[in-house]
């Protein structure tokens, strides 16, 4: 099929048409293959936002890491971000072959992330106070991000497939290392307990918006293009529903709240009836103005711009070995 | 007394109060020296130059980590006290690492305005490294049988700690002149610090007598000889007679870097360690 689309007698509009029937056949797609920009583009947005999150995403459990409270928990967390910080490299390996052919690099996209221009997710602007707070990213986080990682084991780019199923299987496991690090704390004294209760309640809103704006009705642009690409195959509210459905009741079940008195299921529906949380401040989140984004940032830029002479040394060296 | 020359059990050494003090004295030197460096790998992580390196360096800070935690466990077999206790609520001057493994990075914290220098690390894991090579060497020939047998294990992993180690070097010292000054600075440094290393403390005579582990000077010049070797291959410069620090970390002497180091790193434990975390 491939080949067909290749062959150069082809307009632009029927290559699109030959592409479109192969995404409806199921076929995956490879980074060689033909591929029309927006999908291109589609990618590239999506999956170095992923592995720029997963990096990122080690700093506000790395404030941790060095206090883990036991031997066993110091070896198992500093395994835990050391996985995020390898998705991370993953994820950008495959956004580089990806971003190739427009003549951009992964300093291109680290200048992209220092800059603003390239997001990652609200989750990690967020602050981690406590060492319970290490334990509720692990497991609700993660829990998170594996319901999504999962829609997307199935996208129609099969370098993304690939990384995504090497991640789901490592993020099961650190989900397991969060619900460790929280039963701990949800069986043991009242002090630990309350630290518990307490980022749980810190995060709830997070966790909500994490999936991000519910549709309703109203799919936009973006969204429906990766649909149609076969990129993504369910809305951010199915994702929240399933996220919802699963841990809800195991928190309840813990003997611990909520920040939302409103929170049910509805039988008539099926569905997880809830306060919305502040989606305009989810908005200035993203936007890199959340409580710790500055400081993550800084904390990102600066150690990038203090190993420039390594890198450097690097390059020089594999120069001069030819 | 009964024959120590061969010691099969923690049972067996208890037998002798002399040689359990020695083993004790030793062990603590191991634990502390892997989990205090392991500890300042941590710190690195998610600021190391490249993600490839971040991710490397911290698989390599579990292996040591893991490895303090081996002989922790030991200390505990031998009635010490629990292996988390004697990480995290000693005091430092009960601690035994050598000065070397204990100091900073560099300027800052290590999540505030952390300015670190990558060729330091380098340079301090390689010496440190090397020397660990030649220790866990004579550790496979000590008279207790279980530290035997756990050094064997841990040279297999930490064989390949050094390739890395060494790669690193050859690389910087190779490369542009800002690399090689950096690492010429950093082998200065870790140089004043180093000859602390093969210092086996107070109890060294009876940990030599009763064969735990080979003499100070044999260590020493085994090290030195590695070392050497190591340094001219890079291309660098041999920088001599190392130096000892003011304080000796072995006798339990340590800087303000190793206390600030334990109250981070017991922060949480403290809140409550009969509590289960």
Known sequence: ???????????????????????????????????????????????????????????????????????????????????????????????????????????????????????????????????????????????????????????????????????????????????????????????????????????????????????????????????????RTQTNEELRQAFLNKYVPRIFHLGFTLPDETIHYDEATDQWVYQQPDWEEFKQIVKGNGPRSAHRLKLRSMSYEETKWVRDAILSFGRQAG | MGDMSRVETVEQAKQNQEYVQALMDLLFQLADDDFILAYRGSEWLGLAPHIEEDVAFSSMSQDMMGHAAMFYEMLEELGVGKADDLAQLREAKAFRNAILVERKNGIGEYNDDPHYDWAYSIVRNYVYGL?????????????????????????????????????????????????????????????????????????????????????????????????????????????????????????GEHTADLVSALETLSEVYRIDPAASW
């Open chain 2, 131 to 251: 020397h660990k090579l030649v220790r866990l060497e004579a550790l496979i020939n000590s008279s207790f049988a279980p530290l035997a047998l756990v050094s064997r294990k841990m040279l297999t992993e930490h064989r390949y700690h050094l390739m890395h180690w060494q790669v690193w070097l050859k690389q910087l010292a190779n490369s542009t002149d800002t690399a090689r000054q950096k690492v010429e600075a950093a082998i200065a440094k870790v140089w004043a610090d180093a000859g602390e290393l093969s210092d086996l403390g107070p109890k060294a005579e009876s940990i030599v007598r009763f064969g735990l582990i080979a003499g100070e000077d044999l260590l020493k010049q085994k090290w030195l000889t590695k070392t050497k070797e190591v340094f001219k291959g890079a291309g660098l410069e041999w920088p001599g007679e190392p130096g000892k620090p003011q304080e000796r970390g072995r006798a």
């Open chain 1, 1 to 231: 099929m491939q080949a067909q689309i290749e062959r150069s007698h082809l307009t632009e509009d029927e290559k699109l048409e030959a592409f479109l029937a192969r995404i409806d056949r199921g076929e995956k797609i490879e980074a060689d293959d033909w591929m029309p920009y927006a999908y291109r583009n589609q990618l590239i947005k999506l999956i170095s936002m992923h592995g720029i999150s997963e990096i990122m995403g080690a700093l506000p459990e790395k404030e941790w890491v060095p206090k883990a409270p036991t031997l066993r928990r110091k070896l198992a967390i500093m395994a835990k971000v050391q996985d995020e910080m390898g998705h991370g490299q993953l994820l950008l390996r495959v956004a580089e072959d990806l971003m190739a052919p427009l003549g951009k690099t992964r300093e291109d996209l680290m200048n992209d992330l220092f800059t603003g221009r390239l997001k990652f997710h609200n989750v990690f602007h967020m602050a981690a106070p406590t060492w319970a707070d290490a334990g509720v990213i692990g497991w609700l986080v993660d829990g998170a991000a594996i319901i999504t990682q999962t829609m997307s084991l199935d996208s129609s780019y099969a370098p993304y497939a690939r990384a995504l199923h090497r991640i789901c299987a490592e993020e099961k496991f650190h989900a397991q290392h969060g619900e460790s690090i929280v039963l701990e704390l949800a069986e043991g004294t009242a002090a630990q307990r309350q630290m518990l209760q307490e980022a749980i309640t810190r995060w709830w809103p997070s966790l909500l918006m994490f999936f991000g704006p519910p549709e309703n009705g109203t799919i936009t642009s973006n969204q429906e293009q990766n649909m149609r690409f076969k990129i």
